[in-house]
């Protein structure tokens, strides 16, 4: 990976290199951490993450799910990532906050155990690549089922949960797909494996609700804003699996992947078997947004203070 100069850990600005934590860390046994992806864009008015707030509530909703106390406030965590992109010099960059139950005992029982507190920055390319974005990606309906609300918490972004990604990606990979589409426990449609979905049939565009066991996804949020001001109608219902075949089209959003369009799904071809004409549409005013070109979307930048157009 890009590595970049520092990484925050409980307050204290680092060097990548010794950014390490003890081998009998709780979280790395049991999966107990919580964590947030979020992107800083080299936008029209400098160096800015997007909907940052939003990351940085969600990623405190998490830890509540899981009785985790985060010993800092979520203004402290905005403020240390904005001061860490800025040390590092990135004018665009991934940003990893992740809270997790520290070292100091093992066992199930989490509650006497810290909870530490680490933010890194680095530079991430898209994760279904620029040529996924362009020309879409074939995906593969998993044979695994998505986490569901009996089970574990689908709404927190938990460290442990996304053994169930890895299961669904390795599957996809192995049968030659890009990425992997999970049905929830009553074989709705969910998610991809880090990326909500959306799916268009006759100019209506719908998306799965949170009744249908996804992450709430903020990148989710802002396509069905963008899509409304577009003036088209977005529907939030549970959506069928068989419904995916007679799609005229389906796109994937979430913060690491932006938005993907897929172009095939289980080697059948999706509409024309390329990109749409919506999804073209959306993506180009998401693109806008999250480069500061569009002033209705200017709310959504958090800017990089000390960070200029000029400075790179
Ligand atoms: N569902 C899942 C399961 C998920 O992990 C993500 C984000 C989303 C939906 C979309 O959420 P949002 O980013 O708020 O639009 N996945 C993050 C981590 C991916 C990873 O592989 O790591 C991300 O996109 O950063």
């Known amino acids: 990976m890009e590595q970049s100069e520092f990484i925050w850990i409980n307050g204290e600005f680092v060097p990548w290199e010794q950014a390490q934590v003890h081998v009998l860390t709780h979280a790395l046994h049991y999966g107990t951490s919580v964590f947030e992806g979020i992107r800083c864009y080299e936008t029209e008015i400098g160096p800015a993450v997007f909907r940052h707030q939003d990351h940085v509530d969600r990623l405190f909703r998490s830890a509540q799910a899981y ?33 997790y139950r520290g070292y100091g005992s093992m066992g199930l029982f989490p509650l006497t155990i810290d909870v530490d507190l680490t933010i890194a920055v680095w530079e991430w390319g898209l994760y279904l ?12 309906i998993s044979s695994w089922r998505r986490i ?9 972004k938990a460290g442990g949960q996304y053994l169930n990604s890895i299961l669904a990606k390795v599957e996809a990979h192995n049968a030659g797909y890009d990425e992997a ?21 006759d100019g209506v565009i719908y998306t799965p609700p949170m009744t249908s066991s996804i992450l709430e996804g903020i990148t989710r949020d802002s396509i069905i804003k963008i899509a409304a001001d577009l003036g088209h109608e977005v529907v939030v219902r549970e959506i069928a699996a068989d419904e995916l075949l007679i799609a005229d089209e389906i796109f994937l959003t979430g913060t690491a992947a932006e938005m993907v369009p897929v172009r ?6 999706i509409g024309r078997g390329q990109p749409g004409e919506i999804t ?23 800017p990089v203070p000390g960070a200029s157009p000029a400075s790179r």
């Open 67 to 99: 009785f985790m106390e985060i010993p800092y406030t979520p203004e402290q965590v905005r403020s240390s990532t904005l001061e860490l992109i800025s040390r590092n010099k990135l004018s665009s960059c991934y940003i990893r906050p992740i809270a």
């Open 129 to 140: 690549g620029e040529e996924g974005k362009r020309d879409g990606i074939r995906a593969k």
């Open 148 to 156: 569901s609300p009996e089970t574990l918490i689908p709404h927190a």
């Open 181 to 201: 589409l999970l049905l929830d426990h009553v074989g709705n449609v969910c998610e991809g494996t880090g990326e909500n979905i959306f799916v268009v049939r």
């Open 264 to 269: 095939e799904l289980d080697d059948r071809p």
């Open 280 to 302: 073209n549409a959306l993506l180009a005013i998401y693109e806008d947004a999250l480069y500061g070109r569009d002033e209705r979307y200017r709310d959504w930048l958090d």
